[in-house]
C-alpha cells in the first residue's frame, strides 16, 4: 500500500480533526497521534500471518475506506429490528446507547437511579468530559496484549463508543445495552472523501471505529449486552464496509461481570473485534460471543488473569452461510496462582461458509495451579464449507492442569432423514439440529433471555429471515 493512499483514511491530518470536531484534551490527542504513528510503522497482516490465518485480508486495501466522523444528533429513541428482537427477550433494561450510523443519530437512556448511585453508563466522548482524570489513566497505560495495525488503527481513530463503571459493592441485575448500527449508501459518503475524483468517489467504502470501555470495581456485579448491526445496502460491487471493534474490560476484585455479544452483518462488512479482559483477584468474567453474519469477522478474544482465584468463562456460536468467513482466536493468559479459564466453541457452517478457531492456554511459570480447558466442536451442513480447529498449549509451570479437544464433522444423515420422515423440512430439521447443537453453550449464559435472543437469532438466519437493523 503507497504512502499516498495510506492518507484516504487515516493521516495525522484526520486525527487532529477528529480531536478538534470532539474538543479532546491534550493527553487524548497526544495518545491518538502516537497510535497514527506506530499504524504506519506497522505492517499489513497477510493470509500467512499466524493469527490471520486463512482470513482473506489481502484484499482489503485500506487506502479505500475513509472514516466515519462522529455522530452530533441526539435523539430521544432508535428502533431497529435488531435491537427491538433483544428488547423483546432481555425485558427491562438498566440502560440503553445506540450509535445508528445508517441515519446519523444517537440515543442513550439509563435509569437515574443508578447514575445517583454513582454507576456511570455514557457516551465515551461525554464521559471524557466529566472523567477525564480517570479515562486518561484507562487510555493511556501501557498494556500486555494483542497490539497490530488495526488496534493502532483504532487507537488513532475512534470515534466515539462508550463508557461503563459500576461502582464498589454495587450490584446490578438488569442488562445494559450497547448497539451501533452500521452505515449504508457508502456511495454517496465515500463521496465526500477528501481528495477523491469522482470517477473515483464510488470505490470508497467506511470505516467505523467503536470502542468500548467497562470497569467493574471491587465486588460489583453488571450485566452488559453488546451488538453490532448493519443493513443490506447497495453499495458497489466488491465495496467494504470496515468496523474495527474494540472492548477493553476490567474487573477490579471479587467483581463479576457478564457480557453478551451478538454480530449480525450483512455481507458487506468486515468486521475486526477485539475484546480485552484483565480479571482481578476472585473475579469472574462469563463472555458470550455469537457471529452470525458479515463478509468476514476476525475476531480476538483475550482474557488476562492477573491475580489468585481469577476466573474466565469465554463461550462462542457461530452460524455461516454463503461464502462468509469466521476467525475466532482466544487467548486465555494465566498469570498468576490459582486461576480458571473454560473456553467452549461450536461452530455450524453451511454452503460455502468458512471457519478457523485458534485457542491457545498461555501458563506463565509462576501460575501454579492453573485450571483451564477449551473445546472447540464443528457442523458442517454443507458439502462445501470447510472448517479448522488450531488449539494449542504454552505451559511454563508443572501444577497445572490445561486440556483441550476439538472435532469437525459433517452433519449426521441419518438424523437428517429422520426429522424428514417426521414431516419436517430441510430447513426445519437444520433449525432443530443447530440450535441443539448450540444449546449446550446458549443455556450457560447468566443474563435472563439471551439464550432465548440467540437461539432466535440463529433460528431466523436459517430460515433466511435473519434480523437486520433496520427501522
Known sequence: MSDSKQGNTIAREEVENLCRINGEPTWLKDNRLAGWEAYLQCPMPTGKTEDWRTTIVDTLDLSELTAVEPIAKATKEITLELLTSAKANLGDLAGVYVEDYATGSKSHNVDKALTDKGVVFAPLKTAL??????????????????????????????????????????????????????????????????????????????????????????????????????????????????????IELHLEAGANVSVAEVSNMGEEVFLV??????????????????????????????TILTAPGATARVNGVVLGDSDEHFA??????????????????????????TSIYQGIIKVE???????????????????????DSIPKLEILADDVKCSHGATVGPVDKEQLFYLNSRGLTLIQAEEMI???????????????????????LVADKIRGTKAEASD
Open 129 to 246: 468530559e466529566q472523567h477525564s482524570d480517570v479515562l486518561k489513566g484507562l487510555i493511556t497505560t501501557e498494556r500486555a496484549g494483542l497490539k497490530d495495525k488495526f488496534t493502532l488503527m483504532n487507537q488513532a481513530l475512534w470515534t466515539d463508543g462508550l463508557y461503563l463503571r459500576v461502582p464498589k459493592n454495587t450490584t446490578i441485575d438488569l442488562p445494559f445495552v450497547f448497539m451501533v448500527n452500521l452505515p449504508v449508501k457508502a456511495k454517496e459518503a465515500a463521496a465526500k472523501a477528501e481528495g477523491a475524483a469522482d470517477s473515483e468517489a464510488e470505490k470508497f467504502g467506511q470505516a467505523v471505529f467503536p470502542k468500548v470501555i467497562l470497569v467493574a470495581e471491587e465486588n460489583s456485579k453488571v450485566n452488559f449486552v453488546t451488538m453490532i448491526g448493519s443493513q443490506e445496502s447497495a453499495q458497489a460491487e466488491g465495496q467494504i464496509t470496515l468496523a474495527n471493534a474494540a
Open 273 to 302: 473485534n477485539r475484546i480485552k479482559a484483565f480479571i482481578g483477584k476472585d473475579a469472574t468474567l462469563d463472555y458470550t460471543t455469537a457471529g452470525l453474519g458479515a463478509k468476514q469477522i476476525k475476531a480476538d478474544i483475550e
Open 328 to 353: 475466532y482466536n482466544t487467548i486465555a493468559d494465566h498469570t498468576a496462582t490459582d486461576t480458571n479459564s473454560n473456553i467452549v466453541f461450536r461452530v455450524a457452517l453451511k454452503d460455502e461458509s
Open 365 to 387: 511459570k509462576i501460575a501454579q495451579r492453573t485450571d483451564s480447558y477449551q473445546s472447540n466442536k464443528n457442523l458442517l451442513l454443507g458439502t462445501e464449507a470447510r472448517a
Open 434 to 456: 443447530v440450535t441443539g447443537f448450540f444449546q449446550q453453550v446458549l443455556d450457560t449464559i447468566p443474563i435472563t433471555g439471551v439464550a432465548q435472543w440467540m437461539s432466535k
